[in-house]
């Protein structure tokens, strides 16, 4: 038996140290990164595929009276708008990318307050969008002068210590030329703001950084900037005639202009009432979606529609394809709101179907009437 197991035994010995010297499997491919030898192809993903979707929202105008900021004090002498957006708080936080048109300064508390003509906020304010969802802030409209360059500073330098990206209104001129783009899902979205002027307040000599003013000429050098970084592209834009449900032709001219421009979407602000949504064609064919107003969101205005906002919603798609990049916005939406009071204190946002449901109907026929007509004609 013995004479059995020893060559069986020398065998085995053999098999094994022939294995160990040149039977081990080749090393996966990821082993060999770094190799001054170049790792055979695998595989070729210069035609790689890729696809990402974001939802982008957006609200109208922070319009922060002395009603609303009186409300917000609490008894220790802070102020508190939290609660004001505790009904639509849920609803603004569900996107991936959220945009509010904060139209008054918030240059605090030492500037002391103030209100109509010449606003001056609280900080606190900015504190509560932050909480609600926002994301970033347009500040460029025509109260952004009213209370000098003190509450410009306050605003922007408190924006930027809570870490609330703004737009339209600047510190400084390299303020200005840092471009504003934030990247969600793989979707770089690049922000602009403007407005059509401030009230009849000269801009201090030399300080042009302190507000965006409709110009085209700068505009396009503008958007020729922001589109090296960005996919998409958002103007908001302070314009149109107060307290009027539809845009002027001025409006619409802009609209035109901006599409032509290469612009992916317009966010429109100042008449402090809903106007109309549509698809613009751009000279290159492309689409541009527009939002002529979004209306008052939080304000102590009342009655003739200027109580009434809403929640904007749009889905923006990516594709890369190879070398070819798609973008594409699409399924836009509106959520109507109201600002409800009790003689004038308890001031809350609410969504409009849960207190009138015919004039929720009523809003979205309003804001989709563009749209609907155009799809009718196809």
Same mark, same amino acid.
């Given at each position: 038996m013995k004479r059995v197991l020893l060559p069986l035994t020398f065998l085995l010995f053999i098999a094994l140290f022939l294995f160990l010297a040149f039977g081990q499997a080749t090393p996966p491919q990821e082993k060999v990164i770094g190799t001054t030898h170049a790792p055979k192809l695998l595989y070729n993903n210069s035609y790689k595929k890729f696809?990402?979707?974001?939802?982008?929202?957006?609200?109208?105008?922070?319009?922060?009276?002395?009603?609303?900021?009186?409300?917000?004090?609490?008894?220790?002498?802070?102020?508190n708008f939290s609660p004001m957006f505790s009904d639509v708080k849920d609803r603004m936080?569900?996107?991936? /990318?959220?945009?509010?048109?904060?139209?008054?300064?918030?240059g605090g508390t030492e500037l002391g307050l103030s209100t109509y003509p010449s606003f001056n906020s609280?900080? *606190?304010?900015?504190?509560?969008?932050?909480?609600?969802?926002?994301?970033i802030v347009g500040i460029a409209n025509n109260h952004t002068l009213d209370r000098g360059e003190a509450a410009i500073l306050n605003a922007t330098n408190y924006y930027d210590k809570i870490k609330l990206p703004y737009v339209g209104s600047y510190?400084?001129?390299?303020?200005?030329?840092?471009?504003?783009?934030?990247?969600?899902?793989?979707?770089?979205?690049?922000?602009?703001?403007?407005?059509?002027?401030?009230?009849?307040?000269?801009?201090?000599?030399?300080?042009?950084?302190?507000?965006?003013?409709?110009?085209?000429?700068?505009?396009?050098q503008d958007i020729k900037v922001i589109k090296k970084s960005s996919d998409v592209i958002a103007v908001s834009m302070h314009w149109g005639t107060e307290y009027q449900r539809q845009p002027?032709?001025?409006?619409?001219? /802009?609209?035109?202009?901006l599409a032509d421009e290469g612009v992916h979407l317009v966010i429109g602000h100042h008449p402090h009432v809903l106007q109309p949504m549509e698809w613009r064609k751009g000279k290159n064919g492309n689409e541009t979606f527009v939002i002529?107003? /979004?209306?008052?969101?939080?304000?102590?205005?009342?009655k003739d529609y200027k109580d009434i906002g809403g929640i904007f919603n749009l889905q923006i798609?990516?594709?890369?394809?190879?070398?070819?990049? *798609?973008?594409?916005?699409?399924?836009p939406s509106f959520s109507p709101t109201i600002v409800l009071n009790k003689q004038k204190s308890e001031y809350q946002i609410k969504l409009?179907?849960?207190? %009138?449901?015919?004039? %929720?109907?009523e809003i979205e026929k309003h804001m989709f009437q563009y749209l609907n007509k155009k799809e009718n004609e196809n």
């Open positions: 696809q990402t979707t974001a939802s982008f929202s957006a609200v109208g105008d922070i319009l922060l009276h002395s009603y609303v900021y009186k409300d917000a004090k609490t008894n220790e002498g802070s102020y936080s569900s996107a991936d /990318l959220t945009f509010a048109n904060q139209e008054t300064m918030i609280p900080y *606190e304010a900015a504190d509560a969008l932050k909480s609600a969802g926002v994301d510190k400084s001129q390299k303020d200005q030329e840092t471009v504003r783009v934030l990247n969600v899902n793989g979707i770089r979205v690049g922000f602009l703001a403007y407005t059509y002027g401030t009230n009849g307040i000269p801009i201090p000599e030399g300080k042009n950084h302190f507000v965006n003013l409709i110009d085209m000429e700068k505009m396009k002027n032709e001025q409006q619409k001219e /802009l609209a035109q202009f002529y107003s /979004l209306g008052n969101f939080l304000s102590a205005q009342e798609t990516k594709k890369l394809d190879g070398e070819k990049t *798609e973008i594409l916005l699409h399924d409009l179907n849960t207190v %009138n449901k015919q004039q %929720n109907t």
